[in-house]
C-alpha cells in the first residue's frame, strides 16, 4: 500500500523560515505534490516533483530525494496568510488513486 | 470555466436516510475522487475512477457507492447514512500526463448525519 508521515504542527513567526517534511511510501513512484489548505476552504495545489531536486514558485519551494522517499515544502518570508494546513500527496503509479498525509498545521504569529 | 463543482455545499440527514452527492469537472480530465475529511485523519480517499467506466475503491469505502456517469461527472451515494460518516466530502480530479498529481477540487460538502 501507500502511506505518507508528516509533522501534525509547525509554529513558527512572521518573516521566518519554516520546512515540513514528508516521507512516503509506495510501490512504484509518478510524484509528490503539496497543497494548502486553509480553515473550511477546499485544498488547492502548490507544488508537483516528478524528478529529484528542487521546485521554487515565489516564497514556496519543494524538494524530493526519489532515493530516500522523502520531499520538503519550504516557506520563505512567512506571513500570517500562510497560516493553514499542507498535505503531501502521491500516485504510485499512473492509473492509481492520489494518497494523502494526515497534513501539517502551520501558525504563523506576529 | 468552474472546474470542479459539488453539490449540495450542506445537508443534514437523519440515521438511515440516503443521498447522493454530485460531482462535474469541465477540464476533461480522466480521473476523478472522493474524499472524506475528518479533524485530525486528513483527506482518506473512499473511491477514485482512474477512466470514465472504471470505479475502485480507495481506504474507506463501506457504506459508499459511486458511479462515474460519462468522463465528466461522478457521483457518490450513501444508501443508509449513519452518524460515523458525518464528515467533509470533497470531489477531485486530475489528469494522468503532465502534472499527475496536480489535483482539482470542490468547494466540499458538509454532511451531518443526526
Known amino acids: 500500500g501507500q502511506s505518507l508521515e508528516q509533522p501534525s504542527e509547525v509554529t513558527a513567526v512572521e518573516g521566518a523560515i519554516v520546512q515540513i517534511n514528508c516521507t512516503y511510501q509506495?510501490?512504484?513512484?509518478?510524484?509528490l505534490s503539496w497543497y494548502q489548505q486553509h480553515d473550511g476552504g477546499a485544498p488547492t495545489f502548490l507544488s508537483y516533483?516528478?524528478?529529484?531536486g528542487l521546485e521554487e514558485t515565489g516564497r514556496f519551494s519543494s524538494f524530493l530525494s526519489r532515493s530516500d522517499s522523502y520531499g520538503y515544502l519550504l516557506l520563505q518570508e512567512l506571513q500570517m496568510k500562510d497560516s493553514a494546513s499542507y498535505f503531501c500527496?502521491?500516485?504510485?503509479?499512473?492509473?492509481?488513486?492520489?494518497?494523502f498525509g494526515k497534513g501539517t498545521t502551520l501558525s504563523v504569529s506576529s | 470555466n468552474a472546474g470542479v463543482t459539488q453539490t449540495p455545499k450542506f445537508q443534514v440527514l437523519k440515521t438511515g436516510q440516503s443521498m447522493t452527492l454530485q460531482c462535474a469537472q469541465d477540464?476533461?480530465?480522466?480521473?476523478m475522487y472522493w474524499y472524506r475529511q475528518d479533524p485530525g485523519m486528513g483527506l482518506r480517499l473512499i473511491y477514485y475512477s482512474a477512466s470514465e467506466g472504471t470505479t475502485d475503491k480507495g481506504e474507506v469505502p463501506n457504506g459508499y457507492n459511486v458511479s462515474r456517469l460519462n468522463k465528466r461527472e461522478f457521483s457518490l451515494r450513501l444508501e443508509s447514512a449513519a452518524p460515523s460518516q458525518t464528515s467533509v466530502y470533497f470531489c477531485?480530479?486530475?489528469?494522468?500526463?503532465?502534472?499527475?498529481?496536480?489535483?482539482?477540487f470542490g468547494q466540499g460538502t458538509r454532511l451531518t448525519v443526526v
Open positions: 477531485a480530479s486530475s489528469e494522468r500526463t503532465g502534472r499527475p498529481t496536480e489535483a482539482f
Open positions: 477540464m476533461n480530465h480522466n480521473s
Open positions: 516533483n516528478g524528478l529529484d
Open positions: 509506495t510501490s512504484g513512484f509518478y510524484g
Open positions: 500527496a502521491v500516485r504510485g503509479q499512473a492509473g492509481t488513486a492520489l494518497i
